[in-house]
């Protein structure tokens, strides 16, 4: 049950990532509305975001959000 407490401990409002992403509040809950990333987790009617949701948004938005191929 540790475990448990630990995971829901490490889930982040949307305040939380507004500051981690350097963005306002309203910019996540558009990007949340028009079912962007970084994707919330739903806990009755709270949304939360977990880290690993962050790392893969900042990892993609670093890319462009798609593999690098060849150049056009």
Excluded: C, W
């Excluded at 949307?14 to 079912?35: C, F, G, M, N, Y």
């Excluded at 987790?41 to 893969?56: A, L, N, Q």
Aim: hydrophobic share 35%; proline share 6%; aromatic share 6%.
């Amino acid at each position: 049950m540790a475990t448990a407490n630990n995971s829901l401990e490490t889930l982040l409002t949307e305040h939380d990532v507004a500051r981690l992403l350097k963005v306002s509040v309203a910019t996540i809950r558009r990007r949340r509305l028009l079912r962007q990333p970084p994707y919330p987790v739903r806990i009755g009617s709270s949304v939360r975001y977990t880290p690993d949701s962050i790392f893969t948004f900042l990892a993609e938005s670093q890319t462009g959000g798609r593999k690098q191929t060849e150049a056009r």
